[in-house]
């Protein structure tokens, strides 16, 4: 059975005290461990804070990016080790906005999930619809050839911890509405893809999220895909309320509040 996993991806938005506030204002209501994970990622220097406030509560803290070395002669880089004596047990790798704003490549990127492995932080490893896409008969299909690149000499014991999610560029911080029909389509094909590189049985096991506009409107009908096992929210997690009836998408609102 996998465990629903819910994650605010906060960007370069909320400074140190801003986030602080925020973990004090939800996390009373955080759902119960054993029915949901729920996780914010949020820019590194807020990390420690973040982990201290959250202390008796289940919430994940999660780093945006790291490192691809773990120490060295790289000014301005943040190494993966850090990260987790920050407090962050998952950092997310391969978003997106790396890739488009800071040209990350695949390579890059499986450099960087190993080194994390290395120390223990698990990777959520970003992928979308830019792997390739090719259109036949009329009918869209993608070859997640991102997925091969960013998971070369990852072995099955740590795949089975990875989290992977699929962020469709047009849908990412968008006005279009994520339609759950597309969102089941990727992460089945990721999914597939997964089968195809480690067999069934990890395929079955490995959680795979969708992000893309993402709000409290549209989560229940996303999160009630087979394929899907959670989501990764940019705009709509900024504001407690929301992301509360995001994290509690289960519950009528009025149970939540
Ligand atoms: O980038 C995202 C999550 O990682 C999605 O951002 P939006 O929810 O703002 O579209």
């Given amino acids: 059975m996998r465990k629903p996993f819910i994650i605010a991806n906060w960007k370069m938005h909320k ?25 914010i990622a949020a820019q590194a220097v807020a990390l420690s804070s973040m982990k201290q406030t959250a202390r008796g509560t289940n919430l994940q803290i999660i780093a945006q990016n790291a490192a691809s070395e773990l120490a060295g002669p790289y000014t301005g880089e943040i190494s993966a080790r850090s990260l987790a004596d920050a407090g962050a047990s998952y950092v997310m ?15 890059i990127i499986n450099q960087k ?15 979308d619809d830019k792997m390739v896409q090719a259109e036949v008969n009329g009918e869209i299909h993608y070859v997640f050839d991102q997925l091969k690149g960013v998971l070369r000499d990852v072995a099955p014991a740590h795949l089975q ?24 389509q ?38 009630a895909q087979p394929d899907v096992d959670g989501a990764l929210i940019g705009r709509a997690s900024l504001r407690p309320d929301d992301f509360l009836e995001m994290v509690n998408w289960q519950q009528p609102v009025s149970n939540v509040m």
């Fill in 15 to 39: 400074n140190i005290e801003e986030s602080v506030a925020f973990i004090n204002q939800i996390k009373a209501a955080l759902p119960q461990v054993s029915d949901e994970e729920v996780g």
């Fill in 161 to 184: 911890k990875i989290v992977l999610s699929y962020e469709p560029s047009w849908a990412v911080g968008s006005s279009q509405t994520a339609n759950p029909k597309v969102a089941q």
């Fill in 93 to 107: 790798l391969g978003h997106l906005e790396r890739r488009r704003l800071f040209h990350e490549d695949n390579q």
């Fill in 186 to 223: 990727g992460c089945q094909r990721i999914r597939q893809t997964v089968c195809n590189l480690y067999g069934s049985l990890l395929a079955d096991q490995v959680r795979i999220l969708y992000g893309g506009s993402v709000n409290p409107q549209n989560i229940s009908a996303i999160m």
């Fill in 113 to 127: 999930v190993r080194s994390a492995l290395t120390t223990g932080i698990t990777p959520i490893i970003c992928t």
